[in-house]
């Protein structure tokens, strides 16, 4: 049975960081996308980062977040992280990590089996 677990939300000021940690079970492979994905109340979910996680590292970033925010896989943990640094009050939300075997990439939401099931960032003064 395949789950994903989030862990490392909370609270942190402007300026601060964050790890975000996203567990992965249950594959016989590592999962080829692998992303972040953020919500907050009342919109759509949004993608932040994906992982390519089969072949050449390849990673994408959302504009909104490049230059602070970084993915990595941990494939001896079996996890997933996204670093974030600089947070802003914008940054805070439900961040989602979730996967699919489909050999392409991209942060589209329709395009993910499985979703964990969230962890929370608030970002304020």
């Known amino acids: 049975q395949v789950q994903l677990v989030e862990s490392g939300g909370g609270s942190a000021q402007p300026g601060g960081s964050l790890r975000l940690s996203c567990e992965l079970s249950g594959y016989s492979d590592t999962p080829y996308c692998l992303s972040w994905f953020r919500q907050v109340p009342g919109k759509e979910r949004e993608g932040i980062a994906y992982?390519?996680?089969?072949?050449?590292?390849?990673?994408d970033i959302d504009d909104s977040v490049k230059g602070r925010f970084t993915v990595s896989l941990d494939k001896a943990k079996n996890t997933l992280y996204l670093q974030m640094n600089r947070l802003k009050v914008e940054d805070s939300g439900m961040y989602y990590c979730a996967t699919h075997q489909n050999p392409f990439c991209r942060l589209v939401q329709s395009d993910f089996t499985y979703w964990g099931q969230g962890t929370q960032v608030t970002v304020s003064s």
């Open positions: 992982y390519v996680g089969v072949g050449n590292v390849v990673t």
